[in-house]
């Protein structure tokens, strides 16, 4: 399902399985980030990790541990650049070649409405503005949406930064080609800046399955 909202020379592997896939597979150094884990975070942490092995395997590069950074920051092998994602029911793994482009976020969320008291956390006034949540209302879910599209946002902008940024901190505008599309595009508006960083993050959204997911690229400048 990711490959749908990325360009092709980036590689993408997902999975809608929900076991403890790929667990045998898991390299010592990271198997001890996880030893402390509940069951239900060591099946997520394994399964994204064999995304992210067929990830590499697809751009031909050789298995290798994805560990940790700062704020949990995946670390992926030098000379590329990548993101995972992870939710009830879909896990997946992108990866580049840090030549073809400069960053990636992705972000997998269930297509449903957020809860009341984290709406008003992760929105503007603004984007309150263009947004009703309504949990009656068709798929997509706007608000779930927005939130997914921050977390892409996020992801690409923190490795390239390693500055945080809030959820007050983008400013996202949808777009679609119909009112019945269940793809298409958003900017989002970034409310601060960072050196060589733009101030306008182009993405792409999808709402599938009972998913919504969302991708953002970075373009070398």
């Known amino acids: 399902m990711i490959e749908r909202l990325l360009p092709a020379y980036v590689a993408c592997a997902d999975t809608h399985e929900t076991g403890a896939e790929g667990a045998a597979g898991l390299y010592p150094e990271e198997a001890a980030l996880i030893e402390r884990s509940v069951d239900r975070r060591r099946h997520e942490f394994t399964a994204v990790r064999a995304c992210a092995r067929r990830a590499m395997s697809a751009l ?17 092998p030098e000379g590329t650049v990548g993101s995972m994602t992870h939710c009830d029911g879909y896990r997946a793994a992108v990866l580049a070649r840090a030549s073809d482009i400069r960053g990636l976020g992705i972000d997998a969320e269930p297509d449903e409405t957020l809860p009341p008291d984290v709406w008003p956390a992760v929105s503007l006034p603004s984007e309150r503005r263009r947004i009703t949540p309504d949990a009656d209302a068709p798929s997509p879910h706007w608000d779930r949406l927005l939130f997914s ?73």
């Open 60 to 76: 031909g590069l050789p298995p290798a541990p994805v560990l940790r950074g700062h704020r949990g920051m995946p670390l992926w």
């Open 149 to 221: 599209a921050k977390e892409s946002v996020f992801k690409a902008w923190f490795p390239l930064t390693r500055i945080e940024l809030d959820f007050a901190e983008a400013d996202v505008r949808f777009h679609r080609d119909d009112d019945a599309a269940m793809e298409g595009t958003f900017t989002a508006e970034l409310l601060r800046t960072a050196p060589g960083m733009p101030r306008v993050f182009e993405g792409t959204w999808l709402a599938d399955k009972g998913f919504v997911v969302t991708a953002v690229t970075l373009p070398h400048v």
